[in-house]
């Protein structure tokens, strides 16, 4: 989301700066673009995606968790 705010604000300032339309009358897009963001991220189809670890997500498959602990630590080439 925060990339395309961004943008969203860079093209709002090249308006500002080459058409003349002050910020002040045009920071409503950024509202939109946030609510089209959002809708768009929670109406998506989650078929197919692996939630994050950080959000309690499960490993992927064949990996562990034991980490490196009781195990051999180098890497075999």
Do not use: C
Request: no cysteine; hydrophobic share 45%.
């Amino acid at each position: 989301m925060g990339p395309v705010i961004l943008i969203t604000f860079g093209v709002l300032w090249l308006l500002q700066e080459y058409v003349g339309t002050p910020l002040e009358n045009t920071w409503p897009v950024l509202l939109i673009v946030i609510g089209v963001l959002s809708f768009a991220a929670r109406s998506g189809s989650m078929e197919g995606h692996i939630q994050p670890r950080w959000m309690g997500g499960a490993p992927p498959p064949g990996e562990s968790n034991s980490g490196t602990a009781g195990g051999d630590s180098q890497v075999k080439l």
